[in-house]
Structures are given as structure tokens and as C-alpha cells.
């Protein structure tokens, strides 16, 4: 009986007896315990590690602070430990140092954690600044008698620049220009000179331009007062194309040693030139567009289009017209590039064209959703309506102001690829869905199903374009959609 009560209280008392853990402070100066002599001393860290840890700091200054973690050795010293010591010192442009002191709150009564492993403890603090190099120690009290040796552990840790995606969200960085999106264009518009176009910041106002191939083959000054799609002609010598160009910009926060941007040299395409020179191309295409239809027309009232499809109606009574829902990304330009398309639709491939942004107050009574179910029965063709220049692309005179069309209908497109991707896996279905890009890309991932749709290259492929609709054989039954 008595052996058993002598279990129970064992027991109980290993129940009871709580797990040590630490109580961290400030302590910049000496231990007390360097000043008394200690019979035991414990024995030195058996591992040290550090990790950066992000807060949930304020927007203000996004706070990243050292996670520190360390290992205590399962040997008999430990019976002495009564806290650990932990000095962070800091160089950068100038140098830092602070420690803290962590407590144990109960005694060590047994060599390793009830688990059976060895001991850890971990530290979270130590504000961290962008490329520091910071040398962290620690060591274990109470401290080495005097004139014996101090066991301790040390680790160095290089924190991550301003273009670190934890670090550019801290206050210094931001006011280095870490969030400012350049959005660097560069071109090469004859053997002598290069057009460059960026977006300036407010954070400054001066900006260099340098066009370089291994040497510098020529540079600009830039000076803007606001934020702005800016717009410069570098003078150069020696071959451009695939050059480097590197816009360095000058910031109150870091003069001369700002993060620098970069763009690649390439030759002016014809897309490239929509905003200014390309009127007469237009024009000139639309008349050949002309022609072609005529002769198209001739060819299906003839013929027949296609083995299944019957051939149009004598020429005396024209087809009714094709409906088409244009479904444009957000990246491509409406007045300068969706406008232009419709009207070739229109005019010279006999298409009804629905277009979101001709709908908006249907939309608004229908929902987005309904609307684009009701529209994809209503329409003979669908058309992917896709391009990879970026909307930082499009200049003030896209019509980007606040309530313009592109802003208004620029979430659709994804709606409408979700919508109606299931029709893209069935044969069925696949032929009503049209791709037309304006440059040499392919659908980007997250639309790749588009890749089994046609696809064609305005306006190098408009006439195969053109054929294709009008040999499409409407849907009379339908209702015209107001």
C-alpha cells in the first residue's frame, strides 16, 4: 500500500511541476551575475538560428523583426541555467547595438523537454533595416568566472535590399521609390536615336536616361514636377537593338543612390506607333478591307462557304447580319485599338457588334452574369479580343479617366472566359469562340484554355478574319438584343 502511495505522489508531483519558460527584457550593459564568483557554470548554446519574421505592423512602417531561435545542450550544467543572453550589433551606413535578457521562469529539473527532446526557446524582436549585415550572439547565464572562458554562439545574417518583397513595403524603402512602377518602353526608331517612354514618380523630379550596349551609347535628362506618362528621344551611337536602358531617378530620401530601373531596347512595331502615325495605314488598309469583302461576297453567293453550310443568298438579297460579342482584356486601349476594330467589323465583315460598353445600363439591370449568358445565346461568333501591351501602355488619350469605358468594363473579360469556359472542351461548341491578338503572344496562363480556339493576327490576318465571319451562317431566330 505504502509503495503505491509513494507512486502516486511521484506522480503527481511530475504532474504538477511546470515547464520553464522565458521572460525576455532589455539589457544593454553587463550582467549582475559577472560580478559574483559561481561554483557551476552552464555550458555554452548547442544551436543558434535566425529568421526575419513579418508583423502586422501599421501601413505607416511595415515592421520585420528577427525571429531568433536556440537549443540548449542536454548535459548536467543545465541544472544551472538561469537565463540567456542575446546581443544583436548592426552595420550599415551607421551602427547599432541593443541586447535582451530572457529568463527562465522555472528551474531546469531534467536535462531534456518532457517530449524527450532537447530544449528550445525562440525570441521575436529586433527591428531589421534593408541591407544591414547584423551579427547576432548569445550566450548563457550565469556567465564564465572571471579569467575563464566565456561559452557563447554567434551567427551573422545579411538582410534583403529594398527590392525584397517583405522589405519594400517599409517606410524607407517606399521612400526610395521600392512601389514605383516605371514601367519602362523603349524602341529603336532609326540608327541615331531611341524613344523612351516611362512613368515618372512623385517622390522626385529629375530623372537620367542611359542607353547602353557594354559602353554608353548615349543619355538624357529628364525634369517632370508631377506624376506622368513622360516621353524622351535619346541621341545614340552603335548598334540599340537589345540594348539596356537604365533610368536612374534622383529622390530627396536617397539622391544618388536610389533603386535603379531597367528596360530592354527593341524595334519600333507598328502597334507601337497606333497613338500617332498610324491614321493613314488605317485608312489605307480599310479600303483594300473593301475590296476584299466585295470580292468575298461575289465568292459565297457562288459557292458554297463551307462542305456543311449553304451558300448566301443571290446577290440581289443580302444575309442577314453575323451578331458578334467582342470581349475585350483591360489591357487593350478602347479608343485606340477596340473602337478601331469594331468599326472594321462593321463596315467590312457584315457584324451586329455587342460590346459591354455600349450596354451599360442593361448590364447594370440584367447583372453582369445574366447579361453575358443572354448575349453569348443571342451571338452567331465570340471574339477574345486580346493584346500584351500593358495598360501603363495607353496614354492620357485612351481615355483613362475616372468613369471611362475601359474603367467601367475592364472585370468582364475574366467573367466572360470563366463563363464560357466549359463551351471551350466541346467540339460542339468550339467553333463560335474567336482569339484575335494584336502581336505575336499567345494567351498568358491563367487563359490558356484559349490556346484550341482560332486564332488570328490583326491586322496581318484580317482577311482571313473577315472570310471566316462572313461565312458564318446567322441565327435568324434569335432576337436582336436591344
Known amino acids: 500500500m505504502s509503495l503505491v502511495l509513494l507512486s502516486l505522489a511521484a506522480l503527481c508531483r511530475i504532474i504538477l511541476m511546470q515547464e520553464p519558460t522565458i ?10 551575475e559577472w560580478t559574483v564568483r559561481h561554483p557551476l557554470t552552464p555550458g555554452d548554446l548547442r544551436h543558434l538560428r535566425v529568421e526575419l519574421a513579418e508583423t502586422n505592423a501599421t501601413r505607416v512602417d511595415h515592421l520585420v523583426l528577427m525571429n531568433i531561435s536556440w537549443e540548449l545542450r542536454a548535459d548536467a550544467s543545465i541544472l544551472s541555467l538561469k537565463a540567456t543572453k542575446i546581443c544583436v550589433t548592426g552595420k550599415s551606413s551607421f551602427q547599432s547595438y541593443s541586447c535582451v535578457r530572457c529568463n527562465y521562469t522555472e528551474a531546469f529539473q531534467r536535462q531534456t523537454s518532457p517530449s524527450g527532446g532537447k530544449w528550445t526557446f525562440s525570441y521575436v524582436g529586433f527591428p531589421v533595416a534593408p541591407s544591414t549585415l547584423y551579427f547576432i550572439g548569445a550566450h548563457n547565464i550565469p556567465n564564465a568566472n572571471m579569467n575563464e572562458d566565456t561559452p557563447s554562439l554567434s551567427v551573422n545574417l545579411t538582410s534583403p535590399g529594398c527590392q525584397d518583397p517583405i522589405m519594400k513595403h517599409k517606410k524607407k524603402c517606399i521612400e526610395e521609390g521600392s512601389l514605383w512602377d516605371p514601367h519602362i518602353t523603349a524602341c529603336k526608331k532609326d540608327e ?11 517622390l522626385g523630379n529629375r530623372y537620367l536616361v542611359v542607353i547602353q550596349y557594354g559602353v554608353v551609347l548615349g543619355f538624357s535628362n529628364v525634369q517632370e514636377n508631377r506624376p506622368t506618362r513622360t516621353s524622351v528621344v535619346v541621341q545614340v551611337k552603335g548598334q540599340t537593338e537589345g540594348a539596356t536602358v537604365q533610368l536612374i531617378p534622383y529622390f530627396q530620401s536617397c539622391g544618388n543612390d536610389c533603386i535603379r530601373r531597367r528596360g530592354t ?3 519600333c512595331l507598328q502597334t507601337d506607333s497606333l497613338n500617332t502615325g498610324m491614321v493613314a495605314a488605317w485608312l489605307g488598309l480599310m479600303f483594300v478591307m473593301v475590296l476584299v469583302w466585295v470580292l468575298i461576297g461575289w465568292l459565297c453567293g457562288t459557292w458554297r462557304c463551307d462542305r456543311g453550310q449553304k451558300a448566301f443568298p443571290p446577290a440581289t438579297t443580302l444575309p442577314p447580319l453575323i451578331k458578334v ?3 475585350s482584356s483591360p489591357e487593350v486601349c478602347f479608343y485606340h485599338t477596340v473602337c478601331y ?17 455600349w450596354q451599360k445600363k442593361k448590364i447594370a439591370e440584367m447583372g453582369p452574369v445574366q447579361w453575358l449568358t443572354a448575349q453569348k445565346k443571342a451571338a452567331d461568333k465570340v471574339i477574345f479580343l486580346l493584346s500584351n501591351v500593358g495598360s501603363a501602355a495607353c496614354d492620357e488619350s485612351c481615355g483613362q479617366g475616372k468613369g471611362s469605358p475601359r474603367e467601367s468594363s475592364q472585370d468582364l473579360f475574366p467573367l466572360a472566359f470563366n463563363l464560357f469556359c466549359s463551351d471551350l472542351s466541346s467540339q460542339t461548341h468550339l467553333h463560335k469562340y474567336i482569339v484575335v491578338y494584336f502581336r505575336g503572344v499567345d ?18 490576318e484580317a482577311t482571313a478574319l473577315c472570310t471566316a465571319l462572313l461565312c458564318v451562317t446567322p441565327r435568324t431566330s434569335v432576337e436582336k438584343q436591344s
Open 192 to 202: 541615331e536615336t531611341v524613344e523612351v517612354n516611362f512613368t515618372t514618380s512623385p
Open 23 to 32: 521572460q525576455c527584457g532589455s539589457e544593454n550593459g553587463p550582467s549582475p
Open 443 to 460: 494567351p498568358k496562363d491563367d487563359y490558356s484554355a484559349l490556346h484550341i480556339c482560332p486564332k488570328y493576327h490583326l491586322m496581318r
Open 341 to 357: 476594330f469594331i468599326e472594321f467589323l462593321q463596315k467590312h465583315c457584315r457584324s451586329e457588334v455587342i460590346l459591354a460598353q
Open 325 to 327: 460579342l467582342v470581349v
Open 265 to 267: 531596347v527593341e524595334l
